[in-house]
């Protein structure tokens, strides 16, 4: 079992609990157990994922969700879960890895977005509906969903020019696409948050999110991002 510092916890980590731990925490909140498929998901080796963490939420516990499919209700579980309970932790999947879970319609839109990644050195990955629809094979993914793609840039990388990219493949896109810019300290803005930012000379602030909070953040103090640093 894996040990962590209270500051090393990354939102999106995908964690693998064990199921003896994952059912003493549903027992502190029986109305928890009885939902669908919630009891069993330890059990059936799916991970949880790590979600910001909330202002009541005990600071030596470890901030988890689980998003139940659209058939089970489409409910947004949040849980605490020990540090001692992880058996194991990942980064979500990478894009492609998770293209045939989605509809074929969508493959285009995945290879181009997938076509940016490669060209500016940054590997996008798969959270949200996608992400749950490959982990687990059920299904979350309706005519009206979400692409939700996340993109972990590098120091000193131009966020401005990938943010464009994206906006140029929505132009065309069957779906909306949706995700966030996570630079390197781990904050995450929405990258169409951002490219709309960029381009309105009179807005100077965006959202960023961490794992303790949710603030407004000056354009300008975003290091990464190319000419407004």
């Excluded at 990955?125 to 309706?142: I, K």
């Excluded at 020019?161 to 929405?190: K, M, T, W, Y």
């Amino acid at each position: 079992m894996r040990e962590a510092g209270e500051m090393s916890w990354r939102r999106h980590d995908l964690l693998h609990v064990a199921p003896k731990i994952w059912a003493s925490v549903l027992a502190l909140s029986p109305p928890l157990a009885d939902l669908p498929l919630l009891g069993e998901w330890a059990d059936r080796g799916w991970p949880v994922i790590v979600r910001r963490r909330g202002e009541a939420d005990n600071r030596h516990l470890v901030p988890v969700g689980v998003p139940l499919p659209p058939a089970a209700g489409k409910r947004r579980v949040a849980l605490l879960i020990p540090p001692e309970g992880v058996l194991q932790r990942s980064r979500p999947p990478l894009l492609d890895a998770t293209a045939s879970a989605a509809d074929p319609n969508w493959r285009s839109t995945i290879d181009a977005l997938v076509a940016v990644g490669a060209r500016s050195g940054v590997e996008p990955a798969a959270f949200g509906s996608l992400l749950w629809q490959h982990l687990t094979g059920l299904a979350y993914l309706s005519p009206h969903s979400d692409l939700d793609v996340l993109w972990p840039i590098p120091a000193n990388f131009d966020a401005h020019a990938l943010v464009c990219r994206i906006a140029e493949i929505q132009h065309d896109a069957p779906l909306r696409i949706d995700g966030e810019i996570i630079f390197p300290d781990g904050s995450a803005v929405n990258w169409r948050e951002l490219w709309n930012v960029l381009q309105a000379a009179d807005r100077a602030t965006v959202l960023a999110k961490t794992m303790e909070s949710v603030q407004l953040l000056d354009v300008a103090s975003l290091a990464y991002v190319a000419g407004h640093a």
